[in-house]
């Protein structure tokens, strides 16, 4: 239930985690597992919190990323850290967490084995929920990387990347096809920069200058509070 005494950021993250919530319950009427991909960074924490205290059968939800920073999970970038500190908690630490990193040192070291790790996950996604950051990035998927044109055109499920503008520059990411391979698509967003780059990215076409664009041929649903 949205409590209208809270924050506009709040009440958004309580909205989505509803619909979320709705999604997982649908799916899971008729499948035994259901698979949600949330994204890390800063947006989410409130729908994080909101989803953690929802009562659904968690035990038989797989929970991984869009993304990952290579970054051991108590550094306070990992996206990792981030879920166990304000997700996979309350009735949501039922749920099945499957990370994106690995023992290895490197994210192109560790590709092949969370390649064949989310291969097993139940695909389509329930639910992909994507955030953007304020130069177009979506996921993994850096204007400025490298491996952008890979990311948006491979047909493997998830790449190493490096996103030179970034803090953390080593990177996993699912590719754009991968993202797409999912029944709803959710783009959450807060604050005046972010209203201001949607607005952006949405007026135009070019995939590789705001990678968010490439979910443009998607029905998506935009929560975005101010
Ligand atoms: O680096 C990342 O950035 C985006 C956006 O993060 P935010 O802090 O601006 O909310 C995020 O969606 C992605 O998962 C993350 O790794």
Redesign the pocket.
């Known amino acids: 239930m949205i409590d209208m005494q809270q924050t506009p950021k709040v009440r958004i993250g309580q909205a989505l985690a509803e619909a979320v919530a709705d999604a997982l319950r649908t799916d899971l009427a008729q499948q035994e597992r259901a698979l949600l991909i949330v994204?890390?960074?800063?947006?989410?924490v409130p729908f994080f919190e909101a989803l953690s205290q929802v009562d659904l059968p968690w035990e038989r939800v797989d929970v991984t990323?869009?993304?990952?920073?290579w970054v051991p999970e108590t550094d306070s970038d990992s996206?990792t850290g981030l879920l166990k500190r304000h997700f996979l908690q309350n009735k949501a630490a039922k749920a099945n967490f499957v990370p994106l990193t690995t023992q290895h040192a490197t994210a192109a070291e560790g590709v092949a084995e969370l390649t064949a790790v989310s291969q097993k996950l139940s695909w389509p996604a329930s639910v992909v929920i994507?955030?953007?950051?304020?130069d177009g990035?979506?996921?993994?998927l850096f204007p400025d990387s490298p491996q952008l044109e890979e990311g948006l055109t491979t047909d493997a499920p998830l790449l190493a990347v490096t996103a030179p503008s970034?803090k953390t520059k080593s990177?996993i990411t699912f590719s754009r096809k991968q993202l797409k391979n999912a029944r709803r698509h959710f783009i959450h967003l807060s604050g005046a920069a972010k209203r201001e780059m949607f607005t952006k990215a949405f007026g135009g076409d070019d995939i590789r200058e705001y990678p968010i664009r490439s979910f443009m041929d998607t029905p998506v649903a935009l929560y975005w509070a101010p």
């Open positions: 994204s890390g960074g800063s947006t989410p990323l869009a993304d990952e920073r996206n994507l955030g953007m950051g304020d990035h979506t996921a993994s970034m990177r």
